[in-house]
């Protein structure tokens, strides 16, 4: 199965994972070439394809009622396209050189070799899962893809308790806290860090604290789990800290994960300061001219910073296949980089950021003014009016935009992309002032909260506060 190119009367390309990245560009490579002059293989080590990672939760939480809601294309529908899609096969090597994969199928445990032109490296991101005693224990669930949500689904259903307990407060571990909470569970989230979402400032992340305390939710920060405890059955029973012991029938680890990236470690692929692969705006592997990567396995550009980051998220792996497709199919396109938004609820609460957080903004060496406004997402007087939270960072003396932070209820969360459209055009906050927004009383205040906290920011950039 290890033709030579000589010996092919086509050009293959192989893609090594089979979610978002990957198959997105092996369908772009598709479409732009067909089947008698591109030949596609892809691995991928599991049950699924071009699934919605993101949406488990809802799944667990019953917003969303079945698994097959979440997954865009299935196996069978990618093979109708003629890409050769080979499930439960996992990649085991990258011969470089050699301009070969090796292959394991993981039920049999075969193993083969199969050649390639072009090399698309789509391995995602694994959870990060502690060291610990009792780890493994039954009951102490990741949550990565779908097995692992119909895992945690079958615990749920199975045991007869009702505690759980999620390590980690996160965006996965702050939106397990709610789908457990909808199941009718009492939850307890134990979190490391001085206040939930790290991704936000402190003074930001305290708000999230508070409401999901207000919604029942057991918060306990700074404190790092030590251990978890099992009962006779073998099964977790509780988790413990240095202070104290929370019981728990399931556990959740919503504690991040970390670009899938030891394969490529071993091929000789430059990675990056966070692990991930670097590549260029075409999303090639630097070095390696028939070699792409994209989605979580990879690091990318901050527009705003001008550092390389590992940002998780699928609307980007999405975008990473997109554009490796174009190119290995002969056309050409760039991922230009991105300026770190995500948005995210626990309940009725929203949760958005974009841009730098403070420490982002020290660790770039920028000097920035930081403004924090209350103000509400409706006209106040018309009914449901919510109030809403805005942080802005700003460059000092140029007025830059660095970064927005908001936390509010219905109507907040997305205005974050009034700032990820600013952010990316590069604009300062004086020029935000002059944004010409939709306003009507049901939609947002006659100064909507973002351009409330840009008419503060340029004060404080004026004044060099």
Not at 101 to 129: F, H, M, N
Not at 314 to 335: L, M, S
Request: proline share 4%; hydrophobic share 40%; aromatic share 4%.
């Amino acid at each position: 199965m290890n033709m030579s190119r000589t010996e092919r009367s086509r050009e293959r390309l192989v893609v090594v994972g089979g979610d978002a990245a990957g198959m997105s560009a092996a369908s772009q490579a598709r479409r732009l070439r067909g089947p008698d002059a591109l030949e596609i293989v892809a691995f991928e080590r599991g049950h699924f394809t071009s699934y919605s990672a993101c949406g488990i939760p809802y799944w667990i939480g019953g917003d969303v009622p079945e698994r097959d809601r979440l997954i865009a294309r299935s196996p069978e529908e990618h093979r109708a396209r003629d890409i050769d899609l080979r499930m439960r096969t996992e990649v085991v090597e990258i011969d470089v050189e050699g301009r070969r994969v090796r292959a394991r199928e993981v039920d049999a445990g075969d193993e083969y070799w199969t050649s390639y032109d072009k090399l698309v490296i789509a391995t995602g991101a694994r959870p990060v899962r502690p060291d610990l005693p009792g780890v493994d224990a039954p009951g102490v669930h990741g949550v990565q893809n779908l097995d692992d949500g119909q895992a945690l689904l079958d615990t749920l259903a199975a045991t007869g308790g009702r505690r759980a307990v999620v390590v980690g407060a996160g965006y996965i571990g702050v939106e397990m806290a709610e789908a457990l909470i909808n199941r009718g569970y009492e939850v307890t989230v134990v979190n490391r860090g001085r206040e939930p979402m790290s991704t936000l400032d402190p003074d930001m992340g305290r708000l999230v604290h508070r409401a999901m305390e207000g919604m029942g939710i057991t918060m306990v920060d700074d404190a790092e789990v030590t251990k978890f405890l099992t009962g006779d059955d073998g099964r977790v029973r509780a988790v413990a800290t240095d202070d104290a012991e929370y019981p728990a029938d399931v556990v959740v680890l919503g504690i991040g994960v970390r670009p899938e990236t030891e394969l490529a470690r071993a091929a000789g692929l430059e990675l990056g300061e966070h692990g991930g692969l670097l590549t260029d705006l075409s999303m090639r592997v630097r070095g390696h001219e028939d070699i792409w990567a994209g989605g979580d396995c990879v690091e990318v550009l901050d527009l705003v910073s001008g550092r390389e980051r590992h940002i998780p998220l699928g609307t980007h792996a999405n975008k990473h296949g997109q554009v490796i497709g174009a190119n290995v199919g002969g056309g050409y396109a760039t991922f230009p980089g991105v300026v770190g938004t995500a948005v995210s609820k626990v309940c009725d609460l929203e949760i958005a950021r974009t841009g730098l957080r403070e420490k982002d903004a020290r660790r770039a060496g920028l000097q920035f003014v930081a403004v924090t406004i209350e103000s509400t997402s409706r006209a106040g007087y018309y009914p449901g009016a919510a109030p809403m939270t805005v942080k802005m960072l700003a460059e000092r003396r140029t007025g830059r935009l660095l970064g927005v932070q908001i936390v509010g209820r219905e109507g907040a969360g997305k205005r974050v992309d009034i700032a990820a459209v600013a952010l990316t055009a590069g604009m300062t906050v004086e020029q935000m002032t002059a944004l010409d927004l939709g306003y009507a009383p049901p939609f947002s205040p006659v100064w909507d909260p973002v351009l409330v906290a840009a008419r503060k920011a340029v004060t404080a950039v004026r004044s060099g506060d």
